[in-house]
């Protein structure tokens, strides 16, 4: 028994979180495991929410209530036992947020190494590490405050020009006829108060704006005599633009209205003091080289020669190449962190795993692949297998072919998904899942195929010059009517031409992307579809009573939970306990309520049906279209009651993407649509594609997936490479041209995925 308990792997017995069927699996330690199967088939409950979960909650109760309580909170999955578990850290595609004070320099640690390589051997010597920290009083730009920006007034959203001060000319709260800061500009006798705005002198204007700090030599009546004179400019600056102030949340929108965030005028965006700026290593100062592309800044490094700074440099450069090796060379150490895309934050999070030097740690990773072109792929293998060559067990959700291929150990679950997944499939070898008679052996069996017959154009929406972020002067016409594919290596433009320059061209087109729905824990699938007004007014229509009893936010809440289904027990400095309510046993509903009946069904076991369910107890044509769209783009599985803040980001998009499919005539923008999708489920994303554009829309997707490449009526390829070796067109037409073109990359790994006949 002791033998069998602690052998090299990791004992899971009688799971059961979510759909998981009371399963029990070992999964070996100190190797890669590829855990795979359809969305819903139960990965994310058995890697995330049991064994991440357990790992997670044990090592938290090592600490002080007093830590405990400033840690995040895990109950305990729904699990009889799991055995020889390490330490696990989650790698997951959540962006690493973060305020403006947050750089890939300072998360990366990079920063740190280079501020103390100018403190070393920068010229002329200015200080320590500190002076070069924009974080630090000691070296911040004064202006800014280390921020590289300021906000500055947009004076021509400040006033109406066409009116005179009497007039209402300033727009500002506040400032409005009658009030007191209005007066403060025409009871000072400077101004002629029925005069428009427009005919003002540039004098009068600079008065007006700016001026500030005099005693008004003739006001009127209603000055206070004790008074200066402070322009309209300095006056918003102070009182609203100020953090203390209360203005900033009283007026926010407005604020952000008439503000606009520019390069500080004194720093001209480098963020530090002057005398840190002026200290260089062969004529750049550290600004200098945090705004260099990661890859040229290994260049410069290894031209840095000196003796007593080797350390420091062999360290930079080791850091800088494990950024490069993973497809990250296009970043800059300046680049904030909120500005990074998921699969970005997450390639950062591996790399700072890559520097420590502990062992034996569970490494878990939520589909690594996500934003990578193919030939991206290849580089995040090598990196999963460096983290388990060190002594790590590696744990990954994954979809992707290349990715399972790397497999010491596959885990396949399903067969499919929601209630009628969460078993095991298959174990095994990744030659064995190939021969499997599951899903994911016949798709990665599977070789596509180019597109039979393409759509023509229907017209074209054009872009000229485009130079924003790394595009190079980008011109490029899209299709109407088509479906278009938009590819490249990650960082080689796509997002800033579809989603950043598109829409300044095209404001009408419609982007369905992977953010949150704003809405309260208490919106789900039904509530936002709105099909849960027509089901409420079923069940008072069959039962003869209010339809407000049977919503969970109105009169048939339990009085217990108020209608959430589960309470909150705050123990003050210990974790509070979250519980499945006493009362109504998580129905939501009171006792009364969930007597009421449709069809044999009460409220609280309609809310828990599939969609897939659903469908065949409702014939109601008010409700069928939205769950036949739903069950259409590939979430048949989730439930009526979901909470939408339980969804991933790829099932989101498509919760969006349902709501549109009815619709005909517009521009449709996809940012990488088979996120989170197993390949089995990529045919029907495809079907949903040509649907879309055979009712009369144009479709443009931003995708890596072969499959969906192989399937446009027309492909825009940017690179050649990444950041500023990308942002140029290199190719533009349909599919079967493209897999010819030997200056593309995409082209290349398209012709060796496709079947060609």
């Known amino acids: 028994m002791r033998k069998e308990k602690f052998d090299n792997n990791i004992h899971v017995i009688g799971a059961r979180e979510k759909n998981l069927k009371n399963i029990d699996i070992k999964v070996p330690k100190k190797q890669i495991t590829v855990f795979t199967g359809v969305s819903g088939s139960g990965k994310s409950s058995l890697v995330f929410d049991t064994i991440a979960a357990e790992s997670q909650r044990q090592l938290n109760e090592t600490y002080s209530s007093f830590i405990r309580h400033r840690l995040p909170q895990y109950g305990h999955p729904d699990v009889d036992s799991i055995e020889n578990l390490s330490v696990a850290i989650v790698i997951s595609q959540k962006r690493i947020g973060g305020n403006a004070r947050s750089t890939v320099g300072t998360i990366t640690d990079i920063y740190s190494l280079l501020r103390l390589l100018f403190s070393r051997i920068g010229k002329p010597f200015v200080g320590y590490s500190d002076v070069f920290s924009f974080n630090n009083p000691m070296g911040m730009c004064p202006k800014c405050e280390g921020l590289g920006k300021v906000d500055t007034i947009n004076v021509e959203r400040l006033f109406e020009k066409n009116k005179s001060l009497n007039e209402?000319?300033?727009?500002?709260?506040?400032?409005?006829?009658?009030g007191w800061r209005w007066k403060r500009y025409v009871c000072t006798g400077l101004f002629d108060n029925d005069k428009k705005l427009k005919d003002y002198s540039s004098d009068e204007w600079d008065t007006l704006l700016y001026k500030t700090g005099f005693k008004p030599p003739n006001p009127t009546n209603g000055w206070p005599t004790t008074s200066k004179y402070e322009g309209i400019v300095p006056r918003i600056e102070r009182t609203f633009l100020n953090k203390e102030s209360r203005g900033v949340k009283l007026y926010k929108e407005e604020i952000n209205y008439v503000v606009a965030s520019g390069i500080c005028p004194l720093c001209k965006g480098a963020r530090l003091k002057e005398e840190a700026l002026e200290c260089k290593i062969k004529d750049k100062n550290i600004?200098?080289?945090?705004?260099?592309?990661?890859?040229?800044l290994i260049s410069f490094m290894e031209t840095i020669k000196e003796p007593s700074a080797y350390t420091m440099v062999e360290a930079i450069i080791n850091r800088l190449e494990h950024l490069n090796s993973i497809g990250l060379g296009y970043l800059s150490l300046a680049r904030e962190t909120a500005t990074l895309s998921g699969g970005e934050s997450q390639r950062i999070k591996m790399v700072r795993q890559l520097g420590s030097s502990l062992t034996d740690i569970t490494?878990?990773?939520?589909?690594?692949?996500?934003?990578?072109h193919p030939h991206d792929v290849n580089r995040i293998n090598n990196l999963l297998r460096l983290l388990r060559d060190k002594g790590n067990t590696v744990l990954i959700v994954e979809h992707d072919p290349d990715v399972i291929r790397i497999a010491d150990h596959v885990i396949d679950m399903g067969p499919k998904a929601g209630t009628k997944g969460g078993n095991i499939t298959y174990e095994g070898g990744v030659e064995g899942l190939l021969k499997?008679?599951?899903?994911?052996?016949?798709?990665?069996?599977?070789?596509?195929?180019?597109?039979?017959?393409?759509?023509?154009?229907?017209?074209?929406?054009s872009i000229k010059q485009a130079t924003l972020h790394n595009l190079k002067e980008v011109s490029v016409d899209i299709p109407i009517g088509v479906l278009t594919v938009v590819t490249?290596?990650?960082?080689?433009?796509?997002?800033?031409?579809?989603?950043?320059?598109?829409?300044?061209?095209?404001?009408?087109?419609?982007?369905?992307?992977?953010?949150?729905?704003?809405?309260?824990?208490?919106s789900n699938i039904a509530t936002f579809t709105g099909i849960f007004d027509f089901i409420r007014k079923l069940f008072a229509k069959e039962n003869q009573v209010e339809a407000s009893?049977?919503?969970?936010?109105?009169?048939?809440?339990?009085?217990e939970c108020k209608g959430l289904g589960i309470t909150y027990v705050d123990l003050a400095f210990m974790d509070p306990i979250v519980d499945v309510c006493e009362v109504c046993q998580g129905d939501r509903f009171t006792k009364e309520v969930l007597q009421l009946k449709l069809r044999k069904k009460n409220i609280s076991e309609v809310l828990k049906m599939t969609i897939d369910e659903a469908m065949e107890f409702f014939d109601e044509k008010e409700i069928l279209p939205t769950l036949r769209s739903l069950k259409d783009v590939g979430i048949g599985y989730i439930t009526l009651g979901q909470p939408?803040?339980?969804l991933s980001g790829g099932e989101l998009q498509r919760v969006k993407l349902a709501a549109e499919l009815e619709k005909e005539g517009n521009i449709y923008v996809l940012d990488e649509p088979t996120t989170g999708l197993h390949m089995s489920d990529v045919s029907q994303l495809i079907t949903i594609m040509n649907r879309i554009v055979n009712q009369g829309s144009t479709l443009i997707v931003i995708e890596h997936n072969l499959d969906i490449m192989s399937q446009a009526d027309w492909i825009i390829d940017l690179g050649p490479g990444a950041g500023q070796d990308g942002g140029k067109v290199i190719f533009e037409g349909q599919p079967r041209d493209l897999i010819n073109k030997p200056s593309s990359i995409t082209g290349k790994y398209l012709r060796k995925h496709i079947h060609i006949k």
Do not use: H
């Open 168 to 178: 209402g000319a300033i727009l500002f709260p506040t400032f409005e006829p009658g």
């Open 287 to 296: 600004a200098d080289c945090t705004k260099m592309q990661i890859s040229d």
């Open 363 to 372: 490494y878990i990773f939520d589909e690594p692949s996500i934003g990578l």
């Open 644 to 646: 939408l803040d339980t």
């Open 436 to 461: 499997a008679d599951t899903l994911t052996g016949k798709f990665l069996n599977y070789k596509s195929s180019l597109k039979k017959g393409t759509r023509e154009p229907k017209g074209w929406l």
């Open 549 to 559: 009893l049977f919503s969970f936010n109105s009169k048939g809440a339990c009085s």
């Open 488 to 522: 490249g290596v990650a960082g080689s433009g796509k997002s800033t031409l579809i989603n950043q320059v598109l829409p300044q061209y095209y404001p009408e087109a419609i982007f369905i992307d992977q953010r949150a729905i704003q809405a309260s824990k208490r």
